[in-house]
């Protein structure tokens, strides 16, 4: 695997156990990794910080992913962001009018996720 740490990602979910996952799995792969719990915090996070790659939840409270997704496009358009969702067909068509640039529905395997990581950060 190329060297990937100076690499930000920054995870978003409100799930405590998929965040933890998806940090420690990140971290072992070599990224730089910051976690939040909600859109809002996500927001200051980007705010604060250059990121390489934003991965981001759909459903979660105060800000959700789409607002998330529509602030970060504006905000900063060169952005990767993958968008993950364990919720119906219905949300996935809501995440594709954000544009994100991948969406992940779960579970998923921790491979694949690795795989479309690099493939969008090598656009």
């Given at each position: 695997m190329e060297q990937t740490s100076q690499?930000?990602?920054?995870?978003?979910?409100?799930?405590?156990?998929?965040?933890t996952i998806l940090e420690e799995f990140l971290a072992l792969?070599?990224?730089?990794?910051?976690?939040?719990a909600t859109g809002l915090d996500a927001l200051k996070l980007l705010r604060n910080a250059d990121y390489s790659l934003?991965?981001?939840?759909?459903?979660?409270p105060d800000i959700s992913g789409l607002g998330l997704i529509e602030i970060a496009?504006?905000?900063?358009?060169?952005?990767?962001?993958?968008?993950?969702?364990?919720?119906?067909k219905q949300v996935k068509n809501l995440a594709s009018?954000?544009?994100p640039d991948y969406y992940?529905?779960?579970p998923f395997n921790l491979k694949k996720l690795a795989d479309i990581i690099e493939s969008v950060l090598h656009k």
């Open positions: 690499i930000r990602v920054l995870v978003v979910d409100n799930d405590q156990t998929i965040l792969s070599n990224y730089e990794v910051n976690t939040a934003l991965l981001t939840d759909i459903v979660m496009r504006k905000e900063f358009p060169g952005l990767p962001i993958i968008a993950m969702t364990g919720y119906s009018e954000q544009s992940l529905e779960k």
